[in-house]
């Protein structure tokens, strides 16, 4: 039987992206023909995700669909952009958003569980999602998801794939469109004022209390007087006003029109905004910058002991 060195295990590893210990087993298998060894790995990888099942994915897409008066928006996430532009990754971004409006799934895991086949892969669209990052590559995960079906009209806008707004409104279809891409370009948090989460809300408090702190502090080094307790709370809670209106979709000046706020032309146009959804891709995820040569020196490192 051939040798298996940690040598030919490293270099499978880096053209099919599978763990180490994978690799050695497919070589061993391949009685060392590497390009067996990559064929039976390609196999394999097509039925599991493999180690790329670990990695962050911070890129990736927003899709959506309507249909009357049902409509769904989703984010799917990759590990790159390259990824992100691929036909079948796309393909498997639509097909969820559909699977979602038409099935009302409670979950992401009742999500992956519904019947679909894509590229040869199936039944689910979990089945389909491990058979791609297989043939990919990369991970790709489903983050998070939208169901609208509360009986109101819909309007969607998707700034090239990586920003997307469903709106729920009542009224001008045109004028919602408007307040979709309003959204996609300006990133409100609520409807109104009185929408935006009180935890938002206190750490803006905080950051007001913080800067009044500093100003206090800069005007007794230069021995000026310290504001009155009063103007302070006053300033602080006049940031946080500003704060609110800047957040709220209502209060917002109109994109289109800063003449006038997001409530002001929606009035005008007799249309009413009951709910809003905004997804950018990778939005809170905290990527992960990796060290490529120290990833491959510990698995070679690992692989020697294992031998």
Known sequence: MAEITAKMVAEL????????????????EAGGDMEKAEELLRVKLGNKAGKAATRITAEGVVAAFIEGTTGAIIEVNSETDFVSKNDSFIALAQAAAELIAKNNPADLAALGALPYSQDGFGPTL?????????????????????????????????????????????GDEVAAKDVAMHVAAMKPVALTSADVPAELIEKERAVAAGKAEEDRKTAEAAGKPAQPADIVAKRIEGGVQKFLKEVSLFNQAFVKNDKQTVE???????????????????EGIEKKVDDFAAEVAAQVAAAKSAA
């Open 126 to 170: 979990e089945d389909v999602r491990k058979g791609l990052i297989g043939k990919i590559g990369e991970n790709m995960s489903f983050r998070r998801f939208k169901r609208f079906d509360g009986g109101a009209k819909l309007a969607s806008y998707l700034h090239g794939t990586r920003i997307g707004v469903l709106v729920e409104f009542e």
């Open 13 to 28: 590893r880096a053209k099919t992206d599978a763990p180490m210990m994978e690799c050695k087993k497919a070589l061993t």
């Open 264 to 282: 002001q032309m929606l009035k005008e146009k007799g249309t009413t905004v009951k709910a809003f959804t905004l997804y950018v891709v990778g």
